[in-house]
């Protein structure tokens, strides 16, 4: 049996995720659910059992080294064994630099991007190198080109890539992938939760969500490129055209930056010029 361990699992991708691998595996899978709301993630677990597999529920604070413990402790302790962990647990922000007074909560965010990711990983990496197992990071491409009022989500995204393209290398004498997916705009409510400039809840967001990618297909590219030990999954055209863009002429990957933007926070027009 495979044993998962999914962060962020209580709603938007992670959620499907987990559906999606309990409707794949049946009970050939053993799910570890972990999120800050308990009564999330056991509707999540419900739908999951109800496939047939196992699904344990583990609430846990990614930005807190002790949960992220506790998490991994708790899967092999109830299972014996971890198999794959995927790293999806993240929150969102959105704010001009110069609009920022407090920088308490870029290092929140970085907490709960970065490090909530690594510390996760860190307890994890000798129960995975045992099985040969794999992991997954869900990063994004605010993490492969920087977007204006991105620079704290960015910067989380930026270090989680570092980190995990240097630990991919690490690992390959053990037989451990790493998968680093980075989806575009998913039809998530992530972005409305992330913080503004105040560090609140920005409630609207800042990127245009026309034509965003559903959670269900977001899910099933991650799974599929973990499932295939894929080294990354970029997952729009204009991400994979960015991403080449940026070594050959950055300056139109700034001006499609600047387009992905929500009308309302983008930069006035004599900014752009």
């Not at 998962?4 to 559906?19: P, Q």
């Not at 972990?34 to 496939?51: G, P």
């Not at 794999?134 to 204006?148: E, K, N, Q, T, Y």
């Not at 002429?249 to 001006?255: F, I, L, S, T, Y």
Request: charged content about 20%.
């Amino acid at each position: 049996m495979k044993v998962v361990v999914l962060t962020g699992a209580s709603d938007g991708i992670g959620a499907e995720m987990a559906r999606q691998l309990a409707r794949r595996e049946q009970a050939g899978v053993a799910l570890v659910l972990a999120a800050r709301s308990a009564d999330k993630l056991e509707a999540v677990a419900a739908d999951c059992r109800a496939c047939g597999a196992q699904a344990l529920v583990q609430p846990t604070d990614v930005s807190r080294q002790d949960d992220c413990r506790a998490l991994v402790d708790a899967a092999v302790d109830a299972f014996g064994r971890l198999d794959v962990l995927i790293n999806n647990a993240g929150m969102s922000a959105h704010a001009p630099f110069e609009e920022v007074r407090d920088l308490g909560w870029y290092e929140t965010l970085m907490r709960i991007n970065f490090w909530g990711a690594v510390w996760c990983t860190h307890a994890a990496l000798p129960h995975l190198q045992a099985s040969r197992g794999r992991i997954a990071a869900v990063s994004s491409l605010a993490g492969l080109v920087g977007v204006p009022g991105r620079t704290a989500y960015s910067a989380t995204k930026f270090a989680m890539n570092g980190f995990f393209e240097s630990l991919r290398v690490e690992l390959i004498p053990h037989g451990v992938s790493v998968t680093l997916a980075y989806p575009g705009v998913v039809a998530t409510g992530i972005r409305y939760r992330g913080f503004n400039a105040a560090g609140e809840p920005a409630g609207r967001s800042g990127l245009d969500e026309r034509g965003a990618m559903s959670p269900a297909a977001c899910a099933r590219l991650i799974l599929d490129g973990v499932e295939q030990r894929r080294r990354e999954v970029v997952m729009t055209t204009k991400g994979k055209l960015g991403r080449w863009l940026k070594l050959v002429a950055p300056r139109v990957v700034d001006r499609m930056a600047l387009a992905a933007l929500n009308r309302d926070t983008a930069p006035p027009s004599k900014a752009r010029r």
